[in-house]
């Protein structure tokens, strides 16, 4: 079940039903094609941050997709605790957040949500700007790729090279997201045959750092 459906399950037993929401709470998807969870003795106890320094993947060597390692997604500090993301962050911004963590804690702590003032309101905006931009590459791409209108598909490249471009504002919080933000403006930019060498260092960035994320 999902992390809200657990309870529809027809469990009496309390016993069982403390194992079930410990499993709910605690497990993490085998990989990105497959429906199957698991529990894992040691990364199942890495804490949560908006701004992860870490994700989880399964090893390619792996035929059943349950093997899986802990990958680094950019420079730890010194003493700083190793977090992974829970959720799906895309560019949400702090309430939308708060809201997708409740079934696991009332409020996220992590550095990201305790930012306040001025520097709350450049992230706030610049997530917002990054959900917008988001937007208009999907919908102007799949219109220019329908309709085959080159102005369209114009307009979609240049979302989705502002898009890269902002997202380096907050890098250390989106890095999981990059490789395809990359991917998203060297396709557009194929269909439009742009081959130069800007756009054969973003594919190349795309291809390593998704090779170091892994799934």
Not at 6 to 18: N, Y
Not at 31 to 41: K, N, P
Not at 63 to 77: A, C, D, F, N, S
Request: charged share 30%.
């Amino acid at each position: 079940p999902g992390r809200d459906g657990w309870d529809s399950l027809e469990v009496t037993d309390e016993e069982q039903r403390k194992l079930l929401r410990i499993f709910v709470a605690n497990r993490i998807g085998c990989s990105s094609d497959s429906e199957e969870s698991g529990l894992y003795a040691n990364i199942s106890l890495i804490n949560h941050s908006c701004s992860p320094n870490v994700c989880w993947s399964w090893l390619r060597e792996d035929p059943g997709k349950t093997v899986k390692q802990v990958r680094v997604v950019r420079r730890i500090k010194e003493g700083e605790e190793i977090c992974a993301a829970y959720i799906d962050l895309e560019f949400l911004v702090r309430e939308e957040r708060q809201e997708e963590l409740a079934f696991w804690f009332p409020s996220c702590s992590c550095p990201l949500c305790q930012l306040d003032g001025e520097q709350l309101e450049i992230n706030e905006a610049t997530r917002s700007l990054l959900t917008k931009l988001h937007s208009s590459v999907e919908n102007l791409g799949t219109q220019g790729c329908s309709t085959g209108e080159e102005a369209v598909l114009e307009l979609a490249a240049q979302a989705a090279l502002e898009k890269v471009e902002v997202m380096e504002r907050i890098i250390d919080e989106v890095t999981v997201k990059v490789p395809v933000a990359l991917m998203d403006y060297c396709t557009l930019a194929a269909v439009l045959g742009r081959r130069g060498e800007r756009e054969k260092k973003m594919q190349e960035r795309a291809r390593t750092m998704a090779a170091m994320f892994g799934d």
